[in-house]
């Protein structure tokens, strides 16, 4: 059917036992289809083999903008790790790939030297996820590496990857010298204070984040004033998602808004606070007790 249709333009296959040969058969279909741009595979045991044809057929692919290899990870961890690596390596070549999803796809820190290095040559994937991948600090640094140079990421997604306070350092060290990423999922790791301090000291520098989630991570004893302060320096940053339940999340947010407004933002694009937008008659009341005095603690 992909061979002859003209007009599909998203396919997903969601788990399936596509296998080997399954996945031959799609790269066989691809070579003719000239409409599908998005091709999701998650939490299908294509095997070794199957990645290493999928990574082929990439090097030459000139139609898909998004592929989804999400949730592979147990298959990832007995079969097809190098066939993962095989993936991120063909991306070398790709020029048309714009959205790559590699979560829960058992991304270690060697991987991650390798997806490092595809970032540093790709010109085209602006939008990345490889979240809930345990690499730890190796891979942060690899990471941060190549994102420290790589000019047309906006998007990154690094949720639940095991990322320290010494990971989260590497990662605010980028985030001084990059000037194209501006959002950054950075929710449920391990950082605690000296993450947090390195984070806001790159706020102060950085000029392309407009929204960055930290949530779920220790921020306690420093780290909320450390990045309160930041952000008086910090015309960018729209949406700042941090704490531990609603209603801190919300006070919290409330109190960044207020320094926010101190420094002339913009309010014409939407509003978030809490996660959650705020409609325009709220927000005005908000403004209106922008300059009352919030008490340091709930």
Known sequence: MLKVNKTLNSIEFTDCCVGAEGCKALVNALECNTSLTRLGLRSCPIGDEGYKVLANAL??????????????????????????????SSLEKNTTLKNLKLERC??????????GEMLQVNRTITHFSIAENAFGYEGCEALALAL???KTLTSVWLTRCDIDDDGCE????????????????????????QGCKALAEALEMNKSITYLNIEGNNLRNGGEDALNDSL???DTLRTLLAGDDSDKRWYWSLKHSRVLHRKKMLLS???????????AEMLELIVSYMWTDLPDSL
């Open 59 to 88: 090097k030459t692919n000139t139609t898909l903008a998004e592929i989804d290899l999400a949730g592979n990870k147990y298959y990832v961890y007995q079969h097809c790790a190098e066939g993962v690596k095989s993936i991120i």
């Open 106 to 115: 058992g991304i270690d820190a060697e991987t991650c030297e390798a997806l």
């Open 148 to 150: 420290h140079s790589n």
């Open 170 to 193: 590497e990662l605010a060290d980028m985030l001084k010298l990059n000037k194209t990423l501006e959002s950054l999922w950075l929710d449920d790791n391990k950082f605690a204070y």
């Open 232 to 234: 008086q320096g910090n």
């Open 269 to 279: 694009k939407p509003f978030y606070l809490g996660g959650q937008e705020v409609p």
